[in-house]
């Protein structure tokens, strides 16, 4: 169980398109789900936090206008990053979880390349 | 958000050694997770710890959530091949929804 799928496992785009990411999670649903970036030999650095029904909670740093986030049902949010850069240019990944006790799930990550 | 101090940051083990690696926080955790991920893919759980001092397996890896709740450590018996990739670990402080991230470990096993 508690199987978070996530696509396309890879997207490459010309510089100033927009790109739309998917998570859903398969077997449970989820009120929040989290959506991450990670670069190369480093660690995870959550981006923001995205709410069922609600507008996402972003992190310091993280533009609410280029990286968009809709959790429109309880078992998929979208990540859009627009108007895409090469510096946007990562491995992106989703995550869930069942409930707040429940640890999280990750799902296998989108790597963005912008030309 | 804030990092975990993780380490050793890498290690290099010759196949059927134990591993051990740690993090530790300045601040209380009340889950602690650890994860591995291997290249181009998301983490995969390993273990979650809930409590103090709780101690659990998972085949070969054994976990243990420390008695201050300020540290946890992952061990792995008997290293194979397959064992090499990036170890993580994470944990929730207080009422925090997000989960907080240790720099990773990078494990690599030699024949």
């Known amino acids: 169980g508690a199987v978070v799928s996530q696509h396309p496992s890879w997207v490459i785009c010309k510089s100033g398109t927009s790109v739309k990411i998917e998570c859903r999670s398969l077997?449970?649903?989820?009120?929040?789900m989290f959506w991450y970036r990670q670069f190369p030999k480093q660690s995870l650095m959550l981006m923001a936090t995205?709410?069922?029904?609600?507008?996402?909670?972003?992190e310091q740093g993280v533009e609410k206008d280029k990286f968009l986030i809709n959790h429109a049902s309880l078992t998929l949010s979208t990540l859009t990053v627009t108007s895409a850069h090469p510096e946007d240019s990562s491995f992106y990944i989703c995550?869930?979880?069942?409930?707040?006790?429940?640890?999280?799930?990750f799902g296998n990550g989108t790597r963005l390349t912008v030309t | 958000g804030q990092q975990l101090n993780q380490s050793p940051q890498s290690m290099f083990i010759q196949e059927g050694e134990d591993v051990s690696m740690n993090c530790t926080s300045s601040?209380?955790?009340?889950?602690w997770l650890w994860y591995k991920q291997d290249p181009g893919e998301g983490p995969v759980l390993l273990i979650a710890l809930y409590k103090a001092g709780e101690l659990t397996s998972n085949g070969r890896l054994t976990a243990q959530f420390g008695i201050t709740r300020k540290d946890s450590f992952l061990n792995i018996s008997a290293s194979i091949p397959s064992d090499v990739g990036i170890y993580f670990c994470a944990g929730h402080r207080g009422s925090a929804r997000q989960l907080t991230f240790g720099s990773g470990t990078q494990l690599t096993v030699l024949p």
């Open positions: 601040s209380i955790f009340n889950t």
């Open positions: 077997d449970f649903q989820a009120t929040t």
């Open positions: 995550s869930a979880r069942m409930d707040y006790n429940s640890p999280l799930h």
């Open positions: 995205s709410n069922e029904g609600s507008k996402a909670t972003y």
